[in-house]
């Protein structure tokens, strides 16, 4: 009841509305300085675990158009260019104290049963539009016979403008790969064979005519042929995720082309004298790629020759590129953002350190072989070679079961899915450093039981990432120089450092900025708070002191008098508090999300003509301003010192006699 007098006595008070306003706008102003205190924090170090410094490893030399050193005045020298190293000791590179991580790709092919490898490439009609239509990429071997009463002369063109169209009939009695399907017809042109390579075989076409011709295969009726043949088309995909073999709209069917199978390649290397990294290869003294059937039968070298080249092409129909890495965004195009995820999820941390059994596919490949998040590839691995993405190159893992034997065995499951992206040329790097090819299917390191033998690997710019600590450039660079890293002596490769961040460096000088502002501010609305408790709890007191005299001469208690005191200033503490906090909440979101997006636009002029801008695009999402409800909750928390105050001025006037709280002119 006593508690009514002192309540009612609130209301009818004009000052307790002051006090109300008073103490929402402390409230206010302390919880957005709080939130925007706490959040500068949070980006802080968020910024520093979702960003990363990339430095970028490249090796220059005086070299030869092989990548082999030479001396600058030798003949063979083309120039001081990046290349890619075998072996190359990267021991002093990532002992600096600077590096928190680094990763050395390694190549695989992955034989997956019954997925035939395949790329899209669709017929484009007049009108612009594509009609679908995929490929398998690699040869095959095929045993046929022709359908005709009469011999039959395929004549060899070379006219790539004859529009003339030359066809035969044909019955596919068995072919190595297993999963084809074949027309009754195949047009040919040229054979698969350039003019200077038709003349070097002049002697093979004479042995497989038995006769004198050259300009020509001759084909008999009855006689069964194997043929090494390269990929065909057109295959459509139907619903039910099975491959069915078509024409295209104008009636075209497979093409007769005759190849050297990828397994009789020779001294495979790379080269650098042109505008990017190619591949030159030998193919040496190898069977012509047609052959009569009993010929084969009867010849025990032509018969291994085939009986093998038959197992390997069986598995290379099937095989898939796949890279090792212990961090998928170490890769030079994922890192400056030309390459990003699009659906799915990264590998995590803890599955590269496990060795768990997940994979990343590109949107190529996913589209190409019909998979989706979720699909598991059994997958048997060989070790491959360093596949450059060039165009007239080889582009698949190449299997030979004498050279390449399957080395792991594991079920795979796809966890993500990436897209590149078309960007800017960049200036810095060698154009090899930032390719990927469009095939590339990533798992990590450690799933593969049997790890490669560094002097094994290539290094090079787009295998061998180094990750920094963040803000440690000039440390590393120092640390390189010390150990002698980059000074570059005679007959040594000498790396180049290319630092990308993210734009984490003028991410956290804006966000340090923030912090500071932030302080500021805290400071500031502390101050105010404080003041305003202290006057709030003083006056509000004053006001009270008649009352509580009246109410202790009409019989109320101390205890009474002070506790029905307190309540009036919790209650109009957690009013004044409440209001606040929404308000604070609110204007924390609206004020610090203002100057963040101010900010970002600000480096992202700046960054507009840096090649990491995209890098920054995609990770500025995790960089925000949101207000927190418990920060909140805690900020508004602090007006409770509001009846802390008033019970320290209530406490020395509580003991006086109730005459003595009175006015001295009532």
């Known amino acids: 009841?006593?508690?009514?007098?002192?309540?009612?006595?609130?209301?009818?008070?004009?000052?307790?509305?002051?006090?109300?306003?008073?103490?929402?706008?402390?409230?206010?102003?302390?919880?957005?300085?709080?939130?925007?205190?706490?959040?500068?924090?949070?980006?802080?170090?968020?910024?520093?675990?979702?960003?990363?410094?990339?430095?970028?490893?490249?090796?220059?030399?005086?070299?030869?158009?092989?990548?082999?050193?030479?001396?600058?005045?030798?003949?063979?020298?083309?120039?001081?260019?990046?290349?890619?190293?075998?072996?190359?000791d990267i021991s002093k590179i990532i002992d600096s104290e600077a590096v928190r991580s680094y990763d050395l790709r390694t190549q695989y092919g992955a034989y997956i049963e019954e997925c035939p490898a395949m790329f899209y490439a669709p017929q484009v009609n007049g009108d612009g539009t594509d009609i679908p239509q995929w490929f398998m990429r690699s040869n095959n071997i095929i045993r046929f016979q022709i359908q005709a009463k009469?011999?039959?002369?395929?004549?060899?063109?070379?006219?790539?403008?004859?529009?003339?169209?030359?066809?035969?009939?044909?019955?596919?009695?068995?072919?190595?790969?297993?999963?084809?399907?074949?027309?009754?017809?195949?047009?040919?042109?040229?054979?698969?064979?350039?003019?200077?390579?038709?003349?070097?075989?002049?002697?093979?076409?004479?042995?497989?005519?038995?006769?004198?011709?050259?300009?020509?295969?001759?084909?008999?009726?009855?006689?069964?042929?194997?043929?090494?043949?390269?990929?065909?088309?057109?295959?459509?995909?139907?619903?039910?995720?099975?491959?069915?073999?078509?024409t295209t709209s104008d009636g075209y069917e497979t093409t007769f082309d005759l190849v050297v199978p990828l397994q009789d390649y020779r001294n495979i290397q790379l080269t650098y004298d042109g505008g990017r990294e190619g591949l030159e290869y030998e193919v040496g003294d190898t069977p012509f790629p047609i052959q009569r059937w009993e010929d084969v039968q009867n010849d025990p070298k032509l018969k291994a020759y085939f009986e093998d080249l038959w197992q390997d092409i069986h598995v290379q129909q099937y095989t898939h590129n796949v890279v090792a890495t212990n961090d998928v965004t170490s890769v030079p195009t994922f890192h400056l953002g030309n390459t990003a995820l699009c659906e799915g999820r990264l590998i995590t941390e803890e599955e590269y350190e496990s060795g768990a059994k997940v994979c990343l596919i590109s949107k190529d490949v996913a589209q190409n072989q019909q998979w989706k998040i979720g699909d598991k590839l059994n997958m048997k691995l060989f070790e491959s070679d360093y596949i450059p993405n060039a165009p007239f190159v080889p582009d698949e893992a190449i299997y030979d079961a004498e050279k390449t034997p399957f080395v792991d065995e594991g079920e795979y499951e796809i966890v993500g899915i990436y897209e590149s992206y078309l960007s800017a040329g960049n200036t810095e790097l060698a154009p090899d450093t930032l390719e990927l090819s469009p095939y590339t299917i990533f798992v990590p390191t450690n799933s593969i039981a049997k790890p490669r033998e560094q002097k094994d690997v290539l290094v090079h710019g787009s295998t061998f990432s180094v990750k920094i600590k963040n803000g440690s450039v000039e440390e590393f660079v120092q640390d390189m120089e010390a150990n002698g890293v980059t000074t570059g002596g005679k007959g040594e490769y000498t790396p180049k450092f290319t630092f990308y961040d993210q734009g984490y460096s003028a991410v956290k000088s804006s966000l340090l900025s923030m912090n500071n502002t932030a302080k500021l501010l805290l400071l500031l609305s502390s101050i105010l708070l404080l003041i305003i408790c202290v006057l709030v709890a003083y006056f509000f007191w004053q006001n009270q002191r008649q009352t509580v005299g009246i109410f202790r001469l009409l019989g109320g208690t101390k205890k009474q008098a002070v506790s029905a005191v307190l309540l009036c200033a919790m209650v109009l503490t957690i009013l004044g508090s409440a209001a606040g906090g929404i308000s604070g909440y609110g204007l924390a979101y609206i004020v610090g999300n203002g100057i963040m997006q101010e900010n970002i636009e600000e480096i992202e002029m700046d960054m507009s003509q840096e090649n990491d801008l995209s890098a920054l695009t995609e990770q500025e999402s995790d960089i925000r301003v949101a207000a927190d409800p418990l920060v909140t909750l805690q900020a508004c928390g602090a007006l409770l010192l509001c009846p802390v105050f008033l019970l320290g001025f209530a406490v020395p006037d509580i003991n006086r006699e109730p005459r003595e709280l009175l006015p001295k002119n009532k």
Request: with cysteine.
């Open 1 to 88: 009841m006593h508690r009514k007098i002192f309540i009612e006595q609130l209301k009818r008070s004009k000052k307790t509305v002051v006090y109300f306003w008073l103490l929402l706008i402390a409230a206010t102003f302390f919880v957005t300085s709080m939130n925007l205190y706490r959040n500068s924090i949070r980006n802080l170090q968020i910024s520093e675990s979702t960003f990363s410094t990339l430095a970028v490893t490249e090796l220059y030399g005086e070299v030869d158009r092989y990548g082999k050193l030479v001396e600058r005045n030798s003949e063979e020298h083309i120039g001081y260019q990046p290349v890619g190293v075998r072996g190359y």
């Open 150 to 246: 009469e011999p039959l002369e395929l004549k060899y063109h070379y006219d790539l403008n004859n529009t003339k169209e030359y066809h035969f009939g044909l019955n596919v009695l068995d072919e190595a790969a297993g999963c084809f399907e074949y027309p009754e017809k195949m047009f040919y042109y040229d054979l698969g064979f350039k003019p200077e390579e038709w003349e070097a075989r002049e002697q093979d076409i004479k042995d497989f005519n038995q006769t004198e011709d050259t300009d020509c295969l001759i084909l008999y009726p009855g006689v069964e042929y194997v043929a090494i043949i390269e990929y065909h088309g057109y295959w459509l995909w139907n619903e039910d995720g099975t491959l069915e073999y078509t």
